[in-house]
């Protein structure tokens, strides 16, 4: 049996996938904002996460940016009723692995969980400071510090927090911290983390490295 973690906030579709996963033989962890999914699935760790991308309180790929910077990487299938293309590949560069498009059948929706859930990814250390992203404030908290961040601070901080200790090249962080086909010079791109940087000076992480001519890296 596998856990699964749904963040919907339509009660219709809630139930819906409630009922479905059991008879699917999956222990479902249903959830209707992006607040709530934050703790439910830090503490339940799921083995694979449905998330809405149009929730009540946060964008549903910001929601995923922050839950994997919280050590949370179980596979992410999104739902949406949007199907444009660069829904898609916006969902995928927040750290989505799959995308399933409202209305959807549950054949389909079984045939795509099987298929995340037969992948087992590395796990990530939750950040030593207990640093975490809140998407719905677009805001870094430690312990009782709240960092207001822009959206676009936001998206670059979580990409790089996704994958602590590795370097993320300039075209990751880009592509994850921009609209699809954004041009965004080199120039740009340091100024924001060199923000973001600042913003955290009071809290005295120093936790951003440069590594020259390639990208950034947490920690
Ligand atoms: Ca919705």
Sequence with gaps: MSVVGVCEDEPALRSVLTRALRAMGHDP???A??????????????????????????DGRDLCLALRAAGVDAPVLFLTARDGLHDKIAGFEAGGDDYLTKPFELDELRVRLDALLRRTPAPVAADPDGAVLDPARHALVVGETEVPLTPTEFRL?????????????RHALVAAAWPHGAI???NTLDSYVRRIRKKLEPLDLAAIGTVRGVGYRWR
Excluded at 44 to 55: E, H, N, S
């Design 29 to 31: 962890v249903v959830v």
């Design 33 to 58: 904002t992006a607040a709530e999914a934050l703790r439910a699935f830090a503490k339940q760790r799921p083995t694979v996460m449905m998330l809405d991308i149009g929730l009540p309180d946060a």
């Design 157 to 169: 901080l979580g990409r790089l927090m996704a994958e602590p200790s590795t370097v993320v090249r």
């Design 184 to 186: 965004v010079s080199d």
